[in-house]
């Protein structure tokens, strides 16, 4: 299966963006599509995760009540909606798809990264 995010941009900060991730080749594989995302000078975290089958939903606790992750399972597509964006939001976003969930360890396949640049 391969992933391709897209949805980044440059946003001032309150704003909203809404990333999606698309998988072709098959649907997607793996118990969990999750989002990480990994700003300059630091390491890939994780941001919030699915699980493809039933929706049980798991968001880095920061992000919660502001971020909001979904998956449309005829489409084979992933969604992951931002709102109230903040500076510190910047980074380069991934989806990836495996079986783990907070850890991108438990990952197997990883998206390219789309760019989310937040500006004060």
């Known amino acids: 299966v391969q992933l391709q995010a897209s949805g980044g941009g440059q946003v001032q900060a309150g704003g909203s963006l809404r990333l999606s991730c698309a998988a072709t080749?098959?649907?997607?594989?793996?118990?969990?599509l999750g989002w990480f995302r990994q700003a300059p000078g630091k390491e890939r975290e994780f941001v919030a995760a699915i699980i493809w089958s039933d929706g049980r939903t798991y968001y880095k606790d920061s992000l919660m009540g502001r971020f909001t992750v979904s998956t449309d399972n005829t489409s084979n597509m992933g969604f992951l909606q931002m709102n109230n964006l903040k500076p510190e939001d910047t980074a380069v976003y991934y989806c990836?798809?495996?079986?783990?969930?907070?850890?991108?360890?438990?990952?197997?396949?990883w998206g390219q990264g789309t760019l989310v640049t937040v500006s004060s």
């Open positions: 080749g098959r649907a997607f594989s793996g118990y969990v």
């Open positions: 990836a798809t495996g079986g783990g969930i907070y850890s991108p360890l438990g990952y197997k396949s």
